[in-house]
């Protein structure tokens, strides 16, 4: 069983930065990738950004592109998302998540990752 653990999420201001990292433990940890969601009151659950593990392809929101970057280490099993020049809309609980050993359809349907962690509050003040 596949657990994830978000850290590093917090209060900032507009145009600030945050670096938020997810742990993942497992017997056999090897996912084909793994994915950020953000979920804000009231409103779906999102897509951010997702990267495959072995090769390293990323994939972003337009909403986020150009200004967070995900990346992981694969010797540690641990994924990350910084975040810079953050706004106000984005604040949000962000959720990591991991899919299974296969690619199974695209990355920003949540549907493709069974496993998801509880998230961590970012939260941007004008």
């Known amino acids: 069983q596949v657990q994830l653990v978000e850290s590093g999420g917090g209060l900032v201001q507009a145009g600030g930065s945050l670096r938020l990292s997810c742990a993942a433990s497992?017997?056999?940890?090897?996912?084909?990738?793994m994915g950020w969601f953000r979920q804000a009151p009231g409103q779906e659950r999102e897509f951010v950004a997702a990267?495959?593990?072995?090769?390293?392809?990323?994939y972003y929101a337009d909403s986020v592109a150009g200004r967070f970057t995900i990346s992981r280490d694969t010797a540690n099993n641990t994924t990350y998302l910084q975040m810079n020049s953050l706004k106000p809309e984005d604040t949000a609980v962000y959720h990591c998540?991991?899919?299974?050993?296969?690619?199974?359809?695209?990355?920003?349907?949540?549907?493709?990752?069974?496993?998801w962690g509880q998230g961590t509050q970012v939260t941007v003040s004008s």
């Open positions: 998540a991991a899919t299974g050993r296969r690619y199974t359809g695209p990355y920003y349907y949540r549907r493709n990752y069974p496993y």
């Open positions: 497992g017997r056999t940890f090897s996912p084909y990738g």
């Open positions: 990267i495959t593990w072995n090769a390293g392809r990323t």
